[in-house]
């Protein structure tokens, strides 16, 4: 069975300061891995994904994430963080053979103030 | 492309009523998904769609029901609603191996 988890409920960072949010999954194989954002009153945005390759992956409005296998995370990050940044976001892991679903975490809200 | 959308998006049901959300995709996807969204407990699936006619159960299944009878469509059914299924509800879809597209959601209040 797959799970995802994102320890951290709420992360607050400063504007200008980098960000990161924590995920960690685990599945039988290799996952593919993915990042999106919420807004207030909206559907999920997608912002990037990890299939294979290059462990960092660059994706929507500056965020980034690295897969790490051997510690089973993929954390997001960005280097200079803006208020409009300021959403839920979650992560989703799904196996590569199982292409029907996906399972998300919990969710992280990040808050950045000015 | 209006890309995945859904009707309603508020509805106030009684105990007991039933109705069906409807979520529409432009975007040719294969596969289609409904999720509940409850506060801290994330998103959970209810019910996908791998294809045209086929419906299977995710996670949270009981007191829904489902149908695929277009490849555009995915309904979703509640038979007997409860005040435990108040919830936000969202639909999605995707092609392949790659990410889902959401719609806006369903914001569901049963009395």
């Known amino acids: 069975a797959q799970s995802v988890a994102q320890p951290e409920d709420q992360v607050n960072v400063a504007e200008g300061n980098p960000l990161t949010v924590k995920c960690t999954y685990s599945v039988s194989g290799n996952p593919y891995l993915f990042w999106y954002v919420q807004y207030p009153n909206r559907g999920l945005q997608f912002l990037l994904k990890?299939?294979?390759?290059?462990?960092l992956v660059k994706g929507s409005y500056g965020f980034e994430a690295e897969f790490n296998k051997s510690q089973t995370s993929f954390h997001l990050k960005k280097p200079s963080a803006l208020v409009s940044d300021s959403a839920l976001y979650f992560c989703a892991v799904r196996e590569i053979w199982d292409a029907g679903k996906s399972t998300f975490g919990d969710g992280t809200t990040l808050t950045v103030k000015p | 492309n209006a890309g995945v959308t859904q009707t309603p998006k508020f509805r106030v049901l009684k105990t007991g009523q039933s109705m069906t959300l409807l979520c529409a995709q432009d975007m040719n996807h294969e596969y289609m998904y409904w999720y509940r969204q409850d506060p801290g407990m994330g998103l959970r699936l209810i019910h996908y769609s791998v294809g045209e006619g086929t419906t299977a159960k995710g996670e949270v299944p009981d007191g829904y029901n489902v149908s695929r009878l277009k490849k555009q469509n995915f309904l979703l059914g509640l038979e007997s609603a409860a005040p435990s299924q108040t919830s936000v509800y969202f639909c999605a879809s995707k092609a392949g191996a790659l990410e889902q597209f959401f719609g806006p959601g369903t914001r569901l209040t049963v009395l």
């Open positions: 990890y299939i294979t390759g290059d462990n």
